[in-house]
């Protein structure tokens, strides 16, 4: 059985995310957070098996080994993010984890309870990020990705930024990935 992979995400939804990133680099001392203003770019969502029109921030730091991934719906559009506001609740919203093999350990989640909520596929309709709502003994929702070469340039640049901030510019916004990846903090 394929594992589920050495990286791990705690992914947070915000309703507010000038707040959340306050919060995060002043309080908590982690930083710096690379906000992508909309996340989606060329991909498509699909929330309940329905194709949907969200769109959503995020922004990304580290703190040690650990991702930590700030969400925040940009539109009321159906969504995992919308929904968990929805229900009054702001904060750890799910654990991200990047298997192996995403579609063999997909399918073992499944047989093992495990059921998609939503999912990100790309331009040719492969999936690129699974939410799935998880058996009671884990808690929260779990969001699978698969590692791609851009994904793991993009996440380790920012891993490096994050392992020798100085406290400077504690956000630090792009237009999306390829963007910080060509910047000089993504060639930290």
């Given at each position: 059985?394929?594992?589920?992979?050495k990286?791990v995400?705690?992914?947070?939804v915000?309703?507010?995310?000038?707040t959340?990133?306050?919060c995060w680099?002043?309080v908590?001392g982690?930083?710096p957070f690379?906000v992508?203003?909309s996340?989606?770019?060329?991909?498509?969502?699909f929330?309940?098996?329905?194709r949907?029109?969200?769109?959503?921030?995020?922004?990304i730091?580290y703190?040690?080994d650990?991702m930590?991934?700030?969400i925040?719906p940009?539109n009321?559009?159906?969504?995992?993010?919308?929904?968990?506001?929805g229900?009054g609740?702001?904060?750890?919203?799910?654990v991200g984890?990047?298997?192996?093999?995403?579609?063999?350990?997909w399918e073992?989640l499944?047989?093992?309870?495990?059921s998609e909520v939503?999912s990100?596929?790309?331009?040719d309709?492969t999936?690129?990020v699974?939410?799935?709502?998880?058996p009671?003994?884990?808690?929260?929702?779990?969001?699978l990705a698969?590692?791609t070469p851009?994904r793991k340039r993009?996440?380790?640049?920012i891993?490096a930024?994050?392992a020798?901030w100085?406290?400077?510019?504690?956000v630090r916004?792009?237009?999306?990935r390829?963007?910080?990846?060509?910047s000089?903090?993504?060639?930290?």
């Amino acid at each position: 059985m394929a594992g589920l992979g050495k990286y791990v995400q705690m992914g947070h939804v915000v309703r507010n995310m000038d707040t959340a990133l306050a919060c995060w680099t002043k309080v908590m001392g982690v930083g710096p957070f690379v906000v992508l203003d909309s996340s989606l770019g060329d991909r498509r969502f699909f929330h309940r098996g329905e194709r949907s029109a969200v769109d959503f921030s995020i922004a990304i730091s580290y703190l040690g080994d650990v991702m930590i991934e700030l969400i925040a719906p940009l539109n009321s559009e159906p969504s995992p993010y919308s929904e968990f506001l929805g229900s009054g609740r702001e904060g750890l919203h799910h654990v991200g984890l990047w298997p192996d093999d995403l579609t063999k350990r997909w399918e073992t989640l499944k047989e093992s309870g495990f059921s998609e909520v939503s999912s990100i596929r790309r331009p040719d309709g492969t999936i690129d990020v699974i939410y799935c709502d998880t058996p009671s003994a884990i808690g929260v929702m779990m969001e699978l990705a698969e590692m791609t070469p851009l994904r793991k340039r993009f996440l380790g640049g920012i891993k490096a930024l994050a392992a020798t901030w100085d406290g400077s510019r504690p956000v630090r916004r792009y237009a999306d990935r390829a963007a910080f990846i060509a910047s000089a903090d993504g060639r930290s």
